[in-house]
């Protein structure tokens, strides 16, 4: 069963930049979906985009559109999402997630496994 590990999060101003990563603990990650998400305190866990196994086709929530992407390197078991023109509002805890098969879910509770999460907090 694959395990994920993100990284990258932290404090960062309004309008800068982080960049996540997802780390997979088995070479089989191509087998997967991935998918980030985000949570805030008492609120439900949020879409945030998803990338297919091949990475071909990529899917974003409209609050992140044009200012994230998602991408995955298989070779390396890898995913990424790189967030630029960070706002105060995208402050919240991260996860990356993952889907045994070819469907792409936005829908968090589709997901087989899940990472621990990282902390991103975007000051004004």
């Known amino acids: 069963q694959v395990q994920l590990v993100e990284s990258g999060g932290g404090l960062v101003q309004a309008g800068g930049s982080l960049r996540l990563s997802c780390a997979a603990s088995e070479r089989t990650l191509s087998n997967y979906a991935m998918g980030w998400f985000r949570q805030t305190q008492g609120k439900e866990r949020e879409f945030v985009a998803a990338i297919s196994r091949t990475g071909g086709n990529t899917y974003y929530a409209n609050a992140v559109k044009g200012r994230f992407t998602i991408s995955r390197d298989n070779a390396k078991n890898t995913a990424y999402l790189q967030m630029n023109s960070l706002k105060p509002e995208d402050t919240a805890v991260y996860y990356c997630?993952?889907?045994?098969?070819?469907?792409?879910?936005?829908?968090?509770?589709?997901?087989?496994?899940w990472g621990q999460g990282t902390q991103v907090t975007v000051s004004s």
């Open positions: 997630a993952a889907y045994f098969g070819g469907y792409v879910p936005s829908e968090w509770n589709h997901y087989d496994r």
